[in-house]
Structure formats: structure tokens, C-alpha cells
């Protein structure tokens, strides 16, 4: 009998018989194929090797192994088990997680827009209408993206609905998903592969064309500087063609075979000499190194544009040496182009880097190249998951920031706290880095639990951007306001235009505006949905929703009293980047959010045009905040600072105070000291004086103050349990339930139950 992890939400480890003639095949770690449930077959993990008959059920056989060697190895097992403990779910769900797509393959039914259909959506419940949208932007979807969907377990009465009205049909698959990708390449055939002395003859025989000639020749010229010769190469080399390899293949002079090629990117720039450390970078090494002898965790608070990454480029050098693996953790891609430049720059071809772009085949190649030992892996949370075989030192970037936790599904896990699990477990050193620790982290240090280094300074001793505060209420009062640009905001632009200086304007919120209203009767376009308004997007020109993707047309009167004149409220980044045109004219203004950066490429190509100064101002949502480092911004803009606070989290402060900082460190980073401009309804707020000041320590007390007495971290650990159903009633008595129940165990250390901001989100 073995154990095995199913990639469900299932409670437990299962067991399975294992027939005698497969008995020697197994081994922890492999996958083996098992049937579950009415008739679904799974790829399962095996976790154990020797269990016994389980006594609640009678265990099916295995059906095939599918696997030759372990895919994953104890300690990979041993921080699934963490996180399944620690965050409450099913090792199904974080093997889900973990693995790459192309190992989790099972028969699955997966469903397919039919091509007869085509929009016609009467008669469509609400939720068949949300599968055929979304087969109208995928191919097929899974059973499981289904339920996802419609958050909802069973399906298959609404899918077998689907399939009556012709809009789906269904796939059935069950194969291997990883292909590897190959090319052809051309080799000497027999008897001149391994007869040098016999080329001769082959010659001979082309001797009658001359490129036919050519093209051997260029073979053994190419065969002296490189391994494996593609097609390709000899086309070039020899400018011929087909015809001509085709020929010399018939006189069996050369063959083609396939050869497996990488798809991850080869790093093909130069490699630069690594620059020298500052004396402060020094100082913070050797605290560093103390840290890391002592086996605590280390917090490097430096300032923005301290110098952090070279730092870290430091430690990673002396663990490549001794041949240490390396985990870089970032938040998310947004950081990954440029930072993963620099890196290259240094470590060349021995940094690979993992993030959700990566499709199905590089991830697994990803995956085989961690397993063989590749030594720095620059990657977003999910890195964590990595066969890492001798891995001695993670560094977590930006470690406060909140895309390194998964909200959902489960795993609800933080990709910081799990490394630290994570170093333990791999007795490896630990970083985590920032300019703006979290309150949690920066406490754990002051308690001396871990290391604390600090670097106070900017590189060069270039100061800290100036900023100023601008008071938006007076200047509406005052009619100065230009759109949403105070005054100041404005001649700080022009100035530092003028000065061929670059400019980044921060707006927490994407599409052109977030409101659609009625002035008459206060009818607003909301999703049908969620409980949100939709947000008016110039460029689709159409009003969608940011919860789930909903979007209509914009209505051309109020639907509810018909009045024709219907007002846009409020901005966001591409309402910015269209109006400040009118009062930059002259300036080049590009945007960088969510619906600009949907491509693989877009992204970096945004960042190298501002890098290489094609574009003077760059408007952007919370992705500009995030660890860039351009040489040449004099200037930076907070839009609508209040709007960072004011929605309903303990650590909407916290995630306020970060990120103004953060995106004031854009500004003069390399030549001269920057501005930021702050615009605000409120310039009296306690965070707003913190900020100017670069006051982290008047707001971490502040801060400390309210999180004990409201009982949150770092004195309290929270839980939030969240319950959702389509039917509010049955909802509300349900919650109501459960609270007293709750209260019962728990007394006081209940909050709530409280409506979320959103009541409503998907209809749920
Ligand atoms: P942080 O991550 O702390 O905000 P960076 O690591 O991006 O700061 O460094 C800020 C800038 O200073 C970068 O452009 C970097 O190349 C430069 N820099 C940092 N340390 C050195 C050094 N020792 N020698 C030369 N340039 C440095
Ligand atoms: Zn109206
Ligand atoms: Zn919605």
C-alpha cells in the first residue's frame, strides 16, 4: 500500500494498493495514475511507501506509474506540509500550487466554445452566460476553472444545460503535456562520422557541385567552434539551401537528426565587472554576515536608492563561489525586467529567472535546470516550490510588499514568512530587504529576533527627494485646479521638462474613471455582477468591472428617469495621461498599468523606452511605486494621496506610508537631488507629515500603538474567515450562526461579522 496526495481539495492522503508486478517501481516522490471518485483518474504523488490497509475503505489499485524518478524531493514534501498547517488547507491544494501545470496532468474533461455559437445569449442563465464569456476569451476550460468561476463545486448539471443548448462541447484528454522543444541539426553520416580519414571520398562524390562543396566545407569549419550544427547555420555560413542539404542527406554524405534546445533565455549581453562596495554597502555586509553566523533572519532596511541590490549581489557572489543555490524572491514581474538586467549583468548565464509568464515548457525546463543545480534563481512567490537540491541563501526583495502573499486560492499563503520556514528547513541564510519594512518585520528586529542592518544614506550622497505637500481643497477653492493637477503640480512639470528631466505621476487607480452617473436622479452603472460601479475605459470604450471582468456599453441616457446627460466622476491613470496632454503638449507621456502591460513584452518595452528617455512623463497605477531605477527622474507626483488610505484594512496605513515612499524613491536617484509633489484633501494627516519627513520611526510607534490596542500583529494573530453564498438571507443566518458559535470558544477575541467593503462579488 502507498499513500498518495491527490491534487483536490481532499482532506487527507489516500491509499492505494500497488499490484505486485509494479511493486518495484515505486519509490516517494514519483507520480503513479490512480482512479478517484465515480470514474476520474488522476496523476497522483506518492508520499509513502509502505503504508497500511486503511480501515475506513477498501483501497483501488494504482492503474500505470508514470514517473521514473521522483519529481519531488522530503524537504519540498516537508514545506508543503508547513504550508498546509499553517495556512489551513489540503496538501492537494498546495501541490496544485506547487507543481507546474504540465505535472499535474489527469483526465480531466476539459470544455470548448462550439463554433456554431456565436453571441447568442438569450435565454442564458447568469451563469452560463459567465462560462460562454469565458470561453469567448480561452479556448477550453477545465471542470475546475469552471467551478472556479462560478464558485461552486457542483457543475455538471449547468454544463450538461451548456451542451443541450450546443454552446460547449466537451474534450476528453489524458496525455503528457511537456513537449520539448528541438531543432533540426545537420551531422556527418557513416562511414565519415567517425572516420575523418574518409572525407576524402565524400568530397569526391559532391565533386561535381560546387555548393554542395561549399556547404561540407562549412560544415567541418563549424564543426571545429561548435558541438551541434542546426540547419540553419550551414545556410548561412554557405548561402545555400534546402535543395542543397537535401542532396548531400540522399548521398548519404550528412543526416539530420533533432536535438532538444533550451526555451529559456540564453543571456547573450556582456557580463560586466562588478562595482566597487561603498563603505556603507561594506559595513552592511560584515553586519550582514554576523547576522547570517548567528542563524538569524535579517532585516536590511536601506533607504531608496541605497544600494541594496548591490549588497545582495555581494552575498550571492561568495555562495555562487562555494556553489550555492541562490533564491531571489520579487514581488511580482513588475520588478523582474529590470532587476533581473542588472543581474545578469553580473552573473551572466547562471541566473534563470521564474514568474507567471513563463508558459507550460519553460517552467518545466525551469524546473530541470533548479534540479540540476542552476545557481541563482530570481523568481515571484512561487519560486519557493522549486527542486532547490543546495540552496544556502534567499534574499526577499521588497519584503514588505503585499504581492508576495496568495489570496487566492489556497494556498492564502506569504511567500516572506514561507521562506523563512523555507531557510530553515534548507539551513540556509536569509535576507529580506526593503526601504519601508512591514510593521511585523521591522518589530521582530527591534525585539532583536532578527538581525537588523540599516543603510541610512542614498548612493553618492545624493539627498533624499524634496517633498512637498500641496493642499488640493484650497486650490479647488481657489479655482487653480487644471483638471486634477494643482498648480504646483504643474509648474514643477514644466520646470522640470524644461530641465530635460523625467517625470512619473502615480494614480492608485487604472480605466478613465470609476464613476457613471446620473446628476438628476443619482442613478449609477454598476456590474450586474458585484456591487461596485463600472469603470469607464477610454480606449475599449466601454464600462467594466474590475472585480470579474464585466463589461457594457456605455448607455446613451439614465435608464431609470431617461435624463440624456449622463456624468463621468472621479480619474484614473488613462484619464491622467489624456488630460495632462493638454497642458504638456509638447511632452511625451506614455502609461504603464494592468491594461497596458497585458503582454509578455509590453511591459519591458515600457520600461526600456523610459530607461532610454522616448518618454518624458510616465503615468502609472502602484507597478511604478515598485523598485525601478531610472537615472533621470527630477520629479515625482501623488495624484490623490488620500484615496492610498481610506479603505477599510488595519494595514491600509501601513501600505499608505509604503507606498509614497516608495515612489518618491524613484525620484533622483542618480544626478541631483529630486522633488515629489503630493496632492492631498487632507495635509493634516499624521501619515502625511511621517512621509515628508522620512519619519519611519514616528509612524512605526504610532502605528505600534494602534495595533495593540485594536489587537492586531504583532501582538495578535488574526484570522479572517471569510463566508460567501448567492443568497444574502441564507448567508446572514448562516454568519450569525457560526458567530455565536464562534463567541462561545472565542469570547472578545471575535470582530465581527461585518459586510465586507464589496457586499457583492461574481453574485456571490
Ligand atoms: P535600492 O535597491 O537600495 O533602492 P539600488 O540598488 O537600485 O538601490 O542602487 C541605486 C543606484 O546606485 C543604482 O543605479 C546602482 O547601480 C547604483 N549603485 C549602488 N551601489 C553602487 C556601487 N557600489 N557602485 C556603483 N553604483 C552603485
Ligand atoms: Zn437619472
Ligand atoms: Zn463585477
Known amino acids: 500500500y502507498i499513500s498518495v496526495i491527490l491534487p483536490l481539495a481532499v482532506r487527507k492522503a489516500f491509499t492505494y494498493l500497488v499490484p505486485t508486478k509494479l511493486e518495484t517501481q515505486i519509490q516517494f516522490g514519483i507520480r503513479v495514475e490512480v482512479p478517484f471518485g465515480k470514474n476520474k483518474l488522476y496523476a497522483a504523488l506518492v508520499i509513502e511507501t509502505d503504508s497500511v490497509a486503511p480501515e475506513d475503505y477498501k483501497a483501488k489499485p494504482i492503474i500505470s506509474i508514470i514517473d521514473q524518478v521522483p519529481i519531488i524531493d522530503e524537504k519540498q514534501l516537508q514545506l508543503w506540509q508547513w504550508l498546509s498547517a499553517y495556512y489551513a488547507c489540503t496538501l492537494g491544494e498546495v501541490m496544485n500550487a506547487a507543481l507546474p501545470s504540465a505535472f499535474k496532468i489527469n483526465s480531466e474533461t476539459r470544455i470548448m466554445a462550439s463554433s456554431v455559437f456565436d453571441e447568442f445569449y438569450e435565454g442564458l442563465t447568469d451563469k452560463e452566460y459567465m462560462i460562454a464569456q469565458a470561453l469567448k476569451h480561452q479556448k477550453e476550460l477545465s471542470i475546475k476553472e469552471v467551478q472556479k468561476i462560478l464558485q461552486q463545486k457542483t457543475v455538471y448539471p449547468l454544463i450538461k444545460n451548456l451542451l443541450e443548448k450546443k454552446i460547449i462541447f466537451v474534450k476528453e484528454e489524458m496525455q503528457q503535456k511537456y513537449k520539448a522543444k528541438t531543432v533540426t541539426c545537420v551531422r556527418l553520416a557513416e562511414p565519415y562520422r567517425s572516420n575523418s580519414s574518409k572525407l576524402d571520398d565524400a568530397f569526391k562524390l559532391c565533386s561535381r557541385s560546387n555548393r554542395q562543396v561549399e556547404a561540407l566545407m562549412a560544415y567541418i569549419q563549424l564543426s571545429r567552434e561548435q558541438k551541434s550544427i542546426r540547419k540553419q547555420d550551414i545556410y548561412e555560413k554557405a548561402t545555400v539551401d534546402s535543395t542543397v542539404l537535401n542532396a548531400l ?187 519601508t519594512p512591514s510593521i511585523e518585520s521591522y518589530f521582530n528586529a527591534k525585539s532583536e529576533k532578527y538581525t537588523l542592518v540599516e543603510m541610512k544614506e542614498r548612493f553618492g550622497g545624493i539627498q533624499l527627494p524634496k517633498i512637498l505637500v500641496v493642499d488640493a481643497k484650497v486650490e479647488m477653492k481657489k479655482r487653480q485646479m487644471q483638471s486634477h493637477f494643482t498648480s504646483v503640480l504643474i509648474h514643477e512639470m514644466e520646470e522640470t521638462l524644461k530641465r530635460g528631466e523625467q517625470i512619473i505621476l502615480f494614480q492608485n487607480r487604472r480605466g478613465y474613471a470609476p464613476i457613471l452617473k446620473c446628476l438628476t436622479c443619482t442613478w449609477k452603472q454598476e456590474c450586474i455582477h458585484c456591487d461596485v460601479s463600472l469603470t469607464y475605459h477610454k480606449y475599449t470604450n466601454n464600462m467594466r468591472c474590475h472585480y470579474c471582468g464585466y463589461h457594457h456599453r456605455i448607455l446613451p441616457a439614465c435608464p431609470k428617469c431617461g435624463d440624456p446627460q449622463l456624468t463621468l466622476r472621479g ?158 438571507q441564507l448567508l446572514n443566518e448562516a454568519t450569525r450562526f457560526f458567530v455565536t458559535k464562534l463567541v462561545q470558544l472565542l469570547g472578545s477575541r471575535v470582530l465581527g461579522p461585518s459586510v465586507p467593503h464589496v457586499p457583492r462579488v461574481r453574485n456571490y
Open 571 to 728: 480619474f484614473g491613470t488613462e484619464k491622467i495621461e489624456d488630460e495632462l496632454q493638454i497642458y504638456l503638449p509638447k511632452a511625451k507621456i506614455s502609461r504603464m498599468d494592468f491594461d497596458t502591460v497585458k503582454s509578455k513584452q509590453a511591459h519591458s518595452m515600457i520600461i526600456n523606452d523610459f530607461e532610454e528617455k522616448r518618454i518624458d512623463v510616465l503615468v502609472g497605477t502602484q507597478m511604478v511605486t515598485k523598485g525601478l531605477d531610472f537615472d533621470n527622474v527630477g520629479l515625482v507626483g501623488v495624484l490623490n494621496a488620500d484615496s492610498l488610505w481610506q479603505f477599510p484594512d488595519f494595514r491600509s496605513s501601513e501600505r499608505a506610508f509604503q507606498m509614497m515612499t516608495q515612489v518618491s524613491g524613484r525620484a533622483g536617484r542618480k544626478q541631483r537631488q529630486g522633488k515629489v509633489i503630493i496632492q492631498t484633501f487632507d495635509p493634516s494627516h499624521p501619515i502625511i507629515r511621517e512621509v515628508l519627513n522620512y519619519d519611519f520611526n514616528s509612524f512605526y510607534q504610532r502605528e505600534l500603538l494602534e495595533r495593540q490596542s485594536f489587537k492586531y500583529p504583532p501582538y495578535f494573530r488574526v484570522i479572517k474567515l471569510t463566508l460567501k453564498h448567492p443568497k444574502a
Open 249 to 435: 542527406v540522399k548521398k548519404k554524405i550528412f543526416e539530420y537528426y533533432d536535438k532538444e534546445v533550451s526555451r529559456l533565455n540564453v543571456y547573450e549581453d556582456t557580463v560586466e565587472d562588478i562595482k566597487e562596495l561603498t563603505p556603507q554597502q561594506t559595513q552592511a555586509c560584515t553586519a550582514i554576515r554576523e547576522g547570517f553566523a548567528n542563524k538569524k533572519v535579517t532585516l536590511l532596511h536601506g533607504v531608496t536608492g541605497s544600494g541594496k541590490t548591490r549588497v545582495y549581489a555581494e552575498l550571492i557572489q561568495e555562495h555562487l563561489q562555494r556553489n550555492e543555490q541562490v533564491l531571489y524572491l520579487i514581488p511580482e514581474i513588475a520588478l523582474t525586467t529590470q532587476l533581473t538586467k542588472r543581474m545578469q549583468k553580473v552573473f551572466g548565464d547562471r541566473v534563470a529567472v521564474y514568474h507567471s509568464r513563463l508558459n507550460n515548457n519553460e517552467r518545466i525546463e525551469l524546473w530541470q535546470a533548479v534540479l540540476q543545480g542552476k545557481p541563482l534563481i530570481m523568481a515571484a512567490r512561487s519560486g519557493l516550490f522549486l527542486p532547490f537540491s543546495n540552496l544556502k541563501l534567499i534574499i526577499v526583495d521588497e519584503s514588505h510588499d503585499g504581492s508576495f502573499k496568495q489570496f487566492d486560492p489556497a494556498p492564502r499563503y506569504n511567500a516572506r514568512d514561507a521562506a523563512i520556514y523555507m531557510s530553515r528547513l534548507h539551513d540556509a541564510n536569509i535576507i529580506l530587504g526593503t526601504a
